[in-house]
């Protein structure tokens, strides 16, 4: 144990040190094994339907556990936005907790299970600004969940949120898409909006994604220009699972991402 920590440990400093002096290209470079992978929206709701979801977890993200002081800074009834939120019961630990929750998900499978597997009794509905999608409202908590593309998603429906947990979804997402990813985002941030971003480092030569690589230095690219990035937490995440998939190390980053202060004149 002590050992694995030790080589964690070399391998973040290495890697920081290493990544304040990369450049674009070299962030290319570490990204071109993935860059050209496409995962269509019809894969991803045959992996729900086939139930090939490895990962989704049944307890609360120990992350968000972890941090989520620092997500609500003494704030209560925070307005919740999860990302390509699944089923995840992180969803309902929030609502519990008195705050509401807003996700998008392209699986209706997802969604219908995630109310049914917590005892929900929820309505459904058209949502005429996005043709096609329907929204899915909680009737005890304050959840609701859109089913559509994420990318079709935006402020005009229901406003900017003070909090966003992203687990698995820009990790999800196409690796072309991240600009269009992260620029939905940063439009969907209240000013006080405090955003946690789940991220993974993996060798990108063993391992094709989904989940993507996501290194520290396209955060900081992604989000710099408008936003303060903070590393909260790195983890040693590597299971018996990705172990499988050919890795040999995999590491878990967890950011606090906050849009810069504007002076005012």
């Not at 998900?105 to 309505?123: D, G, L, P, R």
């Not at 690219?221 to 040693?236: A, K, M, P, R």
């Amino acid at each position: 144990m002590w050992a694995s920590c030790f080589l964690l440990g070399v391998r973040l400093v290495l890697f920081q040190a290493a990544s304040s002096c990369w450049g674009q290209e070299d962030v290319n470079s570490m990204l071109a094994p993935q860059a050209g992978r496409v995962m269509a929206l019809g894969e991803w709701e045959e992996r729900w339907q086939e139930d090939r979801i490895g990962f989704h977890q049944p307890q609360v993200h120990k992350m968000l556990e972890t941090n989520i002081e620092k997500v609500l800074a003494g704030r209560t009834a925070v307005r919740f936005f999860f990302p390509l939120c699944g089923k995840a019961v992180d969803m309902k630990w929030l609502a519990d907790e008195g705050h509401s929750v807003v996700g998008v998900e392209i699986s209706e499978k997802a969604i219908k299970q995630f109310f049914e597997e917590n005892n929900m009794t929820y309505s459904e509905e058209p949502v005429p600004a996005i043709p096609g999608a329907k929204v899915y409202k909680s009737s005890e908590k304050n959840i609701s969940l859109y089913q559509c593309d994420l990318f079709n998603f935006s402020s005009s429906i229901e406003g900017q949120f003070g909090a966003i947990w992203d687990r698995g979804s820009l990790v999800a997402i196409n690796p072309r898409d991240r600009k269009k990813y992260a620029a939905l985002i940063t439009s969907l941030m209240a000013n006080d909006c405090r955003y946690l971003l789940d991220s993974l480092l993996y060798n990108p030569e063993l391992y094709k994604g989904p989940p993507f690589f996501v290194p520290d230095e396209q955060v900081h690219n992604l989000f710099g220009s408008s936003c303060d990035i903070e590393l909260l937490q790195s983890v040693d995440a590597l299971t018996e699972r990705q172990r499988a998939w050919g890795l040999d190390y995999l590491t878990e980053n967890v950011y606090l991402i906050t849009l810069k202060s504007t002076s005012v004149l």
